[in-house]
């Protein structure tokens, strides 16, 4: 019911914007001066004819956690502390001076290593490393965004609403574990896990947010909503350990609930001049309400939260081309990680049928 409501409510935003305001055109300028617009000028959306192409990398530092009661563990302490890959690709065209469509896209590698291990049985003593690798293109995200209707002056509001399409190979490999024989009665294992990233599900995500500025000074909040249309399916991994040190597997299916995720996020924006911003801003990420399957039962996930703070820059480096950089530092959370995350991306505009 929640979900049609939503859509229901997306729907009659883009039912009363294009009667009035269809074939309306804010007073755009000529090509350079929208391509230099400095960000505190700039609306929500492209421009319409714009063509924008951002390209980034995260790395990400996982040396802490917060657990459920809120506390920080030091993850490096106990061996298993882990870094971050992610390569993040975006593509935004302006149909109109208030309507935009676009796409994203990421790649994301990590691997977390859990503490190690040693135990003794009657006949030998082993030693157990264990690895989960997450390695693998994400899902293709599509979305519409509209803005108000008219040219931006001193504040601007914006709705979007997309889906995110399970394009992704989400079921894990077979796990690769080995097992090394150090002496008689001494063994290492290496228990090695190949996880893909994806929702393997339908992932619908609506997003509201506002820009006010205030001569060299910009304020901006958003909030979006994600959640699943309908629960998944994936394998689960089984090893046995043979007589011959080897690994036999078998997969076996289970049932699962992406969880419900809202994210909220604000900001403000200094521009001393027009090639440069700088800005601080903070984010809070809720996720809840998702299951699990374990043998034939289910088990709502842990509940996730987690504030961070944002500071960073922006640098016009040319007319079509602007640098991003950004440092993710994180404050508080339950059942989190907290990863210090460094952001920098390239954004690419131009106006490829406008003379």
Known sequence: MRKKVLISLL??????????YGQTDSGQG???????????NRPLNTYRGQLQVNAGYRFAVRSRSFDADGNKIVLKDDGNSSVLHYYFAEVKYGLTSFMEIGGEFY???????DETVSYVSTANSYTVNNLKEYKGPGDLYLYTSLRLPFEYRWFDVGISGGIFLPTAGY???QPSHTITAETADLYTINYHFNNKNGFGVPVYMISA??????SKFAFEAGFSF???LKEGTNIRWDQELTMLNTFEYENKPYL?????????????HYQPVGWFNIYLGGNYMSMQDGWTEYYGLKYRNPEMQLFSIEPGFEIQISPTLILYQVAGIPLAGRNADASLNFFTSL?????????
Do not use: C, E, H, Q
Request: no cysteine; proline share 10%; hydrophobic share 45%.
């Open 256 to 268: 699962y609930l992406p969880d419900r995720t809202m994210l909220a996020n604000a900001s403000i």
């Open 347 to 355: 954004r690419f505009n131009i106006f490829p049928f406008r003379k």
């Open 209 to 214: 947010a506002a820009k006010f500025t205030f």
């Open 11 to 20: 729907m009659m935003s883009v039912t009363w914007l294009f009667p009035a």
């Open 107 to 113: 790649y994301m590698k990590r691997g977390i290593r």
């Open 171 to 173: 079921k894990p490999d």
């Open 30 to 40: 000529d090509k350079y001066t929208l391509l230099t617009m400095p960000y505190i």
């Open 226 to 228: 994600r959640d699943p």
